[in-house]
């Protein structure tokens, strides 16, 4: 992490030459690459099932790129961003079969709605703030295969377990709206934020000298102070994510942390 973007690679493998989707996609990979000043300098392009395979490449000064190996015991665990509005937007876009679930998925506030499908069909990729933490952060990673599941993959690359404080991971106002609409239930809300996937934002472990560097970007009011890295103890978790509430503890305990990519 902390790298600034500078060329790509496009490789696509499509089952029909459709114009008009490959000029739509043509549309929106030019913007993005515009908006963050990169530049496609190659790929290849073949017949058979779709795929679509990107390669970015970048510049980071010599020593200082910021990997999931780094953080140590006493670190405090930061994110940037709400995490689980992707998956919420996913799970409107794609509700469960149960008619009930279908019903309620189709209500709740128009605004709030279109904000968690905004976060699901167009993350922001956060490089700016990437760079601006190569001076403040031992490590760091991406989020996108759950809040959880990610930051315990952190804590295992720095040989530390994570605490992470439930009452402390932010909430969006759109995920929160849908809540009280009851469009979603509170423990799938939980689930969103805490195993979601695909919402992109930073997970990172700033040391305890560093912490005015960060106040000044908590003060922005898009990073947030979840948890602590401690001293890993052996039969014990990467991460646990803790509460104050007994019978909300067990379930987080049986929450699977994060998508598994080979699953069943």
């Not at 493998?13 to 690459?33: C, Q, V, Y």
């Not at 015991?73 to 992707?86: E, H, K, Q, R």
């Not at 996108?144 to 804590?155: T, V, Y």
Request: proline content about 6%; hydrophobic content about 45%.
């Amino acid at each position: 992490m902390g790298a600034a973007p500078a060329w790509s690679l496009l490789a696509l493998t499509l089952p029909r030459a459709d114009e008009a989707w490959i000029k739509e996609f043509a549309k929106g990979f030019s913007l993005l690459a515009l908006e963050h000043e990169v530049s496609l300098v190659g790929g290849d392009t073949t017949r058979g099932p779709l795929m679509i395979g990107v390669q970015v490449f970048g510049f980071v000064p010599h020593g200082v790129a910021l990997r999931r190996a780094g953080g140590r015991p006493g670190d405090v665990l930061c994110i940037s961003g709400t995490p689980g509005d992707a998956a919420a937007g996913l799970a409107l876009l794609a509700p469960d079969a149960t008619a009930g679930a279908t019903s309620r998925r189709a209500q709740g506030d128009a605004t709030s709605r279109a904000a968690l499908r905004a976060r699901f069909e167009y993350p922001t990729p956060r490089l700016e703030l990437g760079r601006q933490l190569l001076d403040i952060a031992t490590a760091c990673i991406d989020v996108s295969d759950g809040l959880a599941g990610d930051i315990g993959k952190l804590a295992a690359a720095s040989g530390c377990a994570a605490i992470i404080d439930l009452e402390r991971v932010p909430r969006s106002s759109a995920l929160a709206a849908l809540v009280r609409d009851g469009v979603f239930e509170e423990r799938e809300a939980l689930r969103f934020m805490l195993a979601g996937g695909d919402d992109y934002e930073l997970a990172f472990t700033v040391p305890p000298e560093n912490r005015e560097a960060l106040a000044e970007l908590e003060a922005r009011g898009d990073v947030w102070v979840i948890g602590t890295l401690v001293e890993a103890e052996p039969g014990t978790p990467h991460v646990t994510v803790r509460t104050e509430q007994p019978e909300l503890q067990r379930y987080l305990d049986a929450l699977p942390s994060s998508f598994d990519h080979f699953g069943g």
